[in-house]
């Protein structure tokens, strides 16, 4: 009885106020079963939270940010279908990775400015040889649709209770006109909404938020440049910095910025020139080291002084920033061009445009699983033991990542036309941008439960969070929403 009433107060009343009333209060935080019902009646009985394994979950945090996301983004509620019901993917053998010792430096990276590039901007994407299914099997597609066509029905009757709570939801809300500003949200004074000066001459490709407390923006573009925001003022955000112009014509890269990613006290910019280059963030962004890469570099994850390196000649490259000579190994975990990766301590997450999705472990130096998928996947999101994943279709994928086992659970369809561009996952959050011009945001649960959509008229390049802050890439633009002080 106690647990079902403290379900009811606010989370952060029961974190911070309850264990220092008394004891027995302080032991009712600890007890999982009141989270439990906390979080079923924030996304509802109809939905699975949290979507993966539950060992070693951390509740509270998870409670308290849904909370405070309806808090701070109320609006229409979306219900999401899950596409071809609960599907595993197909595995493949370890054996079919390659190692590469090394790393070779070559003329990869040459005209890369001719390379194609996809309807929406990707690397790639519109090239032959990018399969969407088996195409070398047709017999092995008839058997995975006969298997999804089987599995649809559990998922299509979940989706169908989640759709039937959400339907008084929807029903108290009216759409806009679609004019290309938000159409289903009313965004109440909790977050400040920030347009940076725009300060790019061409599309901003990747936005990252650093400083602890998203009081950092960077904003990587294809006019070759890195710029660095302080957000702190709000609407009189500032720009601190273009890394490594040291004239009014130079830039900071010599090809188009691609990605972004943060270390312990660096930052990382990935450019089609084929270099990384490192920015002490301690010093205001000075120039700390180079790194060349055999191709133009598409993603990067860091994990301390770790820096991980997808590129588009296959491969994943591994290099200890603190070395003279960086490089570690280079990994060949693809047959084609490597769009996207997560990290963490033990392992390494690439997808890539061959339709596959790869785990290798750091610690075993050695491929752990690879999926094959019926798409690619261009963003990613790894916390905890989940993984969620967008593809060129769309959809968000989720697998899960527990004690060495590496598992496809689920895909659903939250409303997206077009590619994924942007996942951001944490245990009470799950936010999404795509091409389609759409930003979402959602409690990640089974299916996802939409709490707000808004529609730009550019499309969107990526997107990310830090401490609630919240950052997109919207054409030469970058929006932020931060909590207000």
Known sequence: MVSRIVSHLPAQCVISVLPQVCRALGQVCEDNSAWQLRAQRLTGPLRSFPVGPTGHFDWPTACLEMERLIERWPGRDEPAEPEAGIKLQKEVPEDEFVQEKGGEAGDAAANLERHEVGAEGQPGAAEEGIRLGNEENPERDNEKEKEEQENNIKGEKESEKAATEDKDSQDRHVDQADSGQDVTTNLKPSLEHIVLPSCHIADVNTVLLVGGEGSVCVSGSKDYNVNLWDVRGGSNAKLLAKLGACGPFATTHKGWVWCLAAGRDFLASGSFDSTVKLWDLTAGGTERGSIRSSAAVLSLSCRDHMLFVASHDQKVSIYDTRAAEPLVKSLRLHSDKVLCLASDEQYILSGSTDNTVAVFDRRAGKPLKKIHLSSYLLS??????????????????????????????????????????????????????????????????????????????????????????????????????????
């Open 380 to 485: 990613m999101s790894y916390s905890g033991t989940q993984v969620w994943a967008g593809d060129n279709q769309g959809l968000l994928h989720t697998f899960s990542l527990n004690e060495g086992s590496f598992k496809s659970i689920a895909r659903f369809n939250v409303g997206h036309a077009a590619l994924v561009t942007g996942v951001h996952h944490s245990p009470g959050t799950l936010y999404t941008c795509s091409s389609d011009r759409t930003l979402k945001v959602h409690l990640p649960c089974a299916p996802p439960k939409t709490l707000c959509t808004r529609r730009y008229k550019e499309v969107l390049k990526g997107l990310s969070v830090e401490a609630g802050v919240l950052a997109v890439a919207s054409g030469e633009n970058v929006e932020v929403w931060r909590p207000r002080q």
